[in-house]
């Protein structure tokens, strides 16, 4: 399985940013998608995920009613929307995939890793 991120840049604080990942190869069994982002120097922390059906996501306390998680299985796209962004939401954000059926937030539970795109705000 492969996963490309994409959709980063450089934004205002309060502004807005829609990052895609594709999925693509062994892409026939049911995987969860998880966003984990990371500032060079520190620990990767995750953001959000969702699971196959897209029935159940999570979020992590600081972006819980600013980032939106969705998927298209036919498009084989997950997306994550962040509205409201702030300073220290600045990072690299990878995709991640998980073959199952459940939405995990542990980064050791994901298998397949993008390389990730950079976010900045910054005024």
């Known amino acids: 399985v492969q996963l490309q991120a994409s959709g980063g840049g450089v934004v205002q604080p309060g502004g807005s940013l829609r990052l895609s990942c594709a999925v693509s190869?062994?892409?026939?069994?049911?995987?969860?998608i998880g966003w984990f982002r990371q500032v060079e120097g520190k620990e990767r922390e995750f953001v959000s995920a969702?699971?196959?059906?897209?029935?159940?996501?999570r979020y992590a306390d600081s972006v819980k009613g600013r980032f939106t998680i969705s998927r298209d299985n036919a498009r084989n796209m997950v997306y994550l929307q962040m509205n409201s962004l702030k300073p220290e939401d600045t990072a690299r954000y990878h995709c991640?995939?998980?073959?199952?059926?459940?939405?995990?937030?542990?980064?050791?539970?994901?298998?397949?890793w993008g390389r990730g795109t950079q976010v900045t705000v910054s005024s």
């Open positions: 969702i699971n196959w059906s897209g029935g159940n996501t």
């Open positions: 991640a995939a998980d073959e199952g059926l459940g939405v995990g937030t542990g980064e050791h539970e994901y298998d397949y």
């Open positions: 190869g062994r892409t026939s069994r049911p995987y969860a």
